[in-house]
């Protein structure tokens, strides 16, 4: 592979992972690890990665209205559960100091009135034009990576015997909560572009898409396997008041600690414009169709230079979705909108080619029988 070769490979891979692995690596999968365990999530990520990219390989063609209403309430399901996942770890950073005085102002609680801030926050950056760079995307994918090896790391250094004999248990008692989360890792990721988008030729495409397979592969086993022998070391508490991001929480090591959750911030912080912009583009792609949305919300502000109304309507539907539904519903919610968008693509794919076909076959029974 050429020096240019891949340094294009590069730049696709960074594009892809700088939005799945924050997400993945700390929204979804802690999520779903709080929920089912550390064993089960080990075990569906492989399948998961590589059900991901099938389905990518061999995407259908879809209504390109169907797909947009789809992917537009997916993003916006998943951008306000990373705003959530970014309240949570800011609350635990501060250990509760200085925030608390937010919850006697707003007579709310501090992880609601962080979340609406930040959504205030993006919103405000967005409209005076916050622009999409390499840069960005590069920040992303390093903070989330050194999250990752950071976790990895401390858990080479625990040893416990007991690992083998949980994952044989979980493989013996546990398949349809695997085949659940592979479920959902595989609706969250796909629907946020995990291995979309092709390049020019078939070789270029082909070593793109092997490098991304096998990033994707170990970061998430690399994920997987450090909440695995954390949780059978007992390293963190499961009575922790944080649920979504107790899971990061190395009590013996607080240096690791403050870290760590440093780098989340970083990194979901950074995922936040990727997201908003996905939604933005959806928003309006259908506004210029005029499917329901005005057109009104395809054209820039006058004043900005940028599409003012599509993103004061993401962010009201992210602010309305913050205050009446927690993280874990909303990544269900997300992988949900995904899986339905493949059934009602499918759907109108069929009836749209018998249709035809059956509208062709009743024109020459009626030519045939004058």
């Known amino acids: ?13 960074l594009t892809r992972l700088s939005t799945c692995l924050p997400l993945g690596a700390l929204v979804v999968i802690p999520v779903l690890t709080e929920s089912y365990g550390c064993i089960y999530v080990l075990i569906g990520l492989p399948v998961t990665t590589l059900a991901a990219y099938l389905i990518d390989v061999c995407d259908v063609r879809k209504s390109k209205i169907i797909n947009d209403w789809f992917s537009l309430l997916g ?120 291995v979309k988008g092709q390049v020019d030729s078939v070789r270029k495409y082909s070593e793109t898409t092997v490098t991304v397979i096998l990033l994707c592969l170990i970061m998430y086993c690399a994920v997987a396997t450090s909440l695995c022998m954390l949780d059978t070391n007992s390293v963190y508490s499961l009575n922790d008041n944080v649920p979504l991001l107790k899971l990061f929480n190395l009590r013996e090591m607080w240096r690791t600690e403050v870290l760590i959750y440093c780098l989340m911030v ?29 057109v009104l919300f395809a054209r820039e502000s006058i004043f900005t230079n940028t599409h ?8 009201c539907a992210s602010l309305v979705l913050n ?22 693509s499918c759907t109108y794919l069929i009836f749209g080619k018998y249709l035809s076909l059956y509208r062709s076959t009743s024109k020459l029974v009626l030519f045939s029988n004058p």
């Open 1 to 13: 592979m050429s020096c240019m070769s891949w340094l294009e490979v590069r730049k696709k891979v």
């Open 323 to 344: 205050i009446f539904c927690a993280c874990d519903q909303l990544v269900y919610l997300a992988s949900s909108i995904v899986l339905l968008n493949a059934l009602v």
């Open 266 to 294: 970083s990194g979901l912080s950074l995922s936040l414009p990727e997201i908003m912009s996905s939604a933005v583009a959806s928003v309006v792609g259908l506004a210029s169709h005029a499917c329901v949305i005005p």
């Open 75 to 194: 993003r916006i399901c998943l951008y306000t559960a990373s705003v959530q996942a970014l309240s949570h770890a800011v609350k635990v950073m501060s250990h509760g100091t200085g925030l608390d005085i937010l919850e006697h102002i707003f007579h709310q609680s501090t992880n609601l009135v962080i979340s609406s801030a930040v959504i205030v926050l993006v919103t405000i950056l967005f409209i005076f034009g916050l622009e999409r760079s390499s840069l960005l995307r590069q920040l992303i994918t390093l903070s989330t990576l050194s999250v990752i090896f950071l976790l990895l790391y401390f858990s080479i250094n625990l040893n416990d015997s007991s690992f083998v004999d949980k994952k044989k248990q979980a493989l013996q008692d546990g398949w349809s909560q695997i085949i659940f989360i592979c479920g959902v890792l595989v609706s969250s990721f796909t629907g946020i572009g995990l």
């Open 308 to 315: 003012f109304h599509a993103i004061l309507l993401i962010s």
